[in-house]
């Protein structure tokens, strides 16, 4: 079975479409496997919402997830993402945050933990150290994680003495989900904070155990037209085209 692997949408409609298609031209998925903040940020959400609830799909609550339902206190974000946050949560729909309030905090999937944050906290903690990636190791009880919130791809491995290394997840190249175990990041489709402007997801393979990265262009710019109209922050804007 393959499964796609998403985190970070943000309500960036066009950047989902084409991860969306990158995923049927490469032969599709059983199953899409989001890690949160399906909305904030973006100029988007109901419709980013809808859409991935077209396609068979799991998924767990993000920070943005949660605050734009008023789960978690504008004050917890930095000033545009509080803007973004409270304009947000007046685009919902009533069904909309019915959905978004059924999304756990944490969901389980064969040797799979699926979080936004990470295994310790789930919603905030950002996964960006090998310090901080060996400590919650010891919070999974299963073999692989897979996490969002940082938009960066990247993967974790424990070694069997405990310690932690980091290994590049680079586009196309397959990576082995072997027995030690991992913690993976998928980077953000609707956001890339890694330098790459281009949507970043992965696909996952459980008949061969190989995790692949895949960056796909999309139209920054018609993004960026609709968050200029909707009065979003200009930094929220000018960002999405340097991936930072």
């Known amino acids: 079975m393959r499964y796609a692997l998403l985190a970070d949408i943000h309500a960036n409609l066009p950047a989902l479409n084409a991860v969306l298609d990158d995923i049927k031209h490469r032969g599709g998925v059983e199953e899409l496997w989001c890690l949160g903040d399906i909305v904030g940020y973006g100029p988007n959400p109901s419709q980013c919402i809808d859409l ?13 997830d949660l605050g734009a339902i008023g789960k978690l ?29 059924s999304l756990p905090f944490v969901l389980e999937k064969d040797d799979f933990t ?4 990470s295994p310790r906290e789930p919603i905030w903690e950002y996964l960006i150290s090998k310090g901080s990636a060996r400590e919650n190791f010891s919070y999974l009880k299963t073999r692989f994680c897979l996490v969002g919130h940082s938009h960066m791809p990247l993967i ?3 070694a069997e003495d405990g310690s932690c290394s980091f290994i590049p997840l680079s ?5 082995v989900l072997g027995k030690s175990r991992m913690i993976v990041n998928p980077g953000g ?10 949507a970043s997801y992965a696909i996952y393979d459980s008949d061969s155990g190989v995790v692949r990265l895949y960056r796909v262009e999309y139209d920054i710019g018609a993004t960026q037209v609709e968050m200029t109209k909707k009065n979003l922050p ?11």
């Open 171 to 175: 586009v196309s190249i397959g990576q």
């Open 114 to 117: 699926l979080v936004h944050g």
């Open 234 to 244: 200009v930094r929220l804007i000018v960002r999405l085209e340097h991936g930072l």
């Open 73 to 101: 206190n504008f004050s917890d974000f930095n000033p545009d993402a509080a803007y973004a946050c409270r304009w947000t949560a007046q685009q919902l729909s009533p069904e909309d945050i019915e959905y978004l309030e």
């Open 189 to 198: 489709v609707g956001q890339p904070r890694d330098g790459d402007p281009r």
């Open 52 to 64: 991935l609830r077209q396609h068979k799909h799991i998924c767990v609550a993000g920070n943005h």
């Open 156 to 158: 974790f491995k424990q």
